[in-house]
């Protein structure tokens, strides 16, 4: 029912009008990383296309509570778009029809009758801890790897003693916003983490900040992602299709290019 001027608004012969969506949801339920998975089918009533994704998966936990039944676990945090936390497979997109993350999409890219499957991201490196809900781990080892920059103390420096060009400073900005979804890696016929540390790799690599560290920063975060058993990169371009933040595939190119040049310059990856 809608509100109108004049009072609620009734369909034709006076019932209420229909507004919300019916949808079968078909969602992968694992009670754990070691026990087997399967597809069950649940159905939700009355869906605003206003809604999220994830309020409309929290309108099925709240009816499958009140049932008695376990929740389906998912991970989310902020909700806005900027955490990284949520993500699954969304009939088999990651984050669904849109280039955005799962909390961002609505429920009005769906139509009314439609049956959708939630799956978790698939991916060894990425193991399922339960439902929709894995272990992106790997993303932190690596990080840990390279992806900082040693940091002196003492008085802060002079705001504009740095100078940066304009072109890195936005070249590296871009590339800093990659939130750690890992759709990327989900994304990849490879399973590949490659745009995912790309894009770390460039947002230090393009600051002056970043220079110290920046041959043994690509080697060994290079070296931890082969270790955590994400694929090779092939060039394949879905990771970028899919990327919520629309990092794009020439941080690839210089993630190469700065390989070569460090390996070329004698360093290799700590064992
Ligand atoms: S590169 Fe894009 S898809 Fe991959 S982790 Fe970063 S934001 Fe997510
Ligand atoms: S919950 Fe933070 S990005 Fe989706």
């Not at 983490?193 to 230090?204: E, G, I, P, R």
């Not at 990771?239 to 040049?261: F, Y």
Request: proline share 6%; net charge negative.
């Amino acid at each position: 029912m809608t509100l109108t001027q004049d009072g609620p608004r009734s369909g034709a012969a006076g019932a209420p009008e229909k507004r919300g969506m019916n949808l079968t949801l078909r969602i992968w339920r694992q009670q754990g990383p070691t026990v087997k998975g399967k597809m069950v089918t649940y159905k939700v009533t009355d869906i605003s296309p206003d809604m999220s994704f994830l309020e409309m998966l929290d309108v099925l936990n709240e009816q499958l509570i009140l049932q008695g039944d376990d929740p389906v676990a998912f991970d989310h945090d902020c909700r806005e778009g900027i955490c990284g936390m949520c993500g699954v497979m969304i009939n088999g997109m990651a984050h669904g029809p849109q280039q955005t993350t799962t909390c961002q999409l609505h429920m009005r890219s769906f139509k009314d009758g439609d049956t959708i499957d939630v799956e978790p991201w698939r991916a060894s490196a990425f193991p399922v801890v339960k439902d929709l809900a894995v272990d992106r781990r790997a993303f932190d080892r690596i990080i840990q790897a390279g992806g900082y920059i040693s940091v002196p103390t003492g008085t802060a420096p002079e705001a504009h003693a740095t100078p940066v060009p304009k072109k890195d400073a936005d070249n590296a900005f871009d590339a800093a916003t990659c939130i750690g979804c890992g759709a990327c890696v989900a994304a990849c016929p490879n399973a590949s983490s490659m745009l995912f540390t790309a894009a770390k790799v460039t947002h230090l690599g393009l600051l002056p900040q970043g220079q110290p560290e920046r041959d043994d920063r690509v080697v060994n975060m290079v070296a931890q992602q082969d270790r955590e058993g994400f694929g090779g990169c092939t060039n394949i371009g879905e990771c970028s299709a899919a990327c919520p933040k629309g990092i794009s595939m020439e941080t690839i190119s210089r993630l190469n290019h700065d390989l070569l040049g460090a390996l070329r310059a004698g360093a290799r990856p700590k064992s």
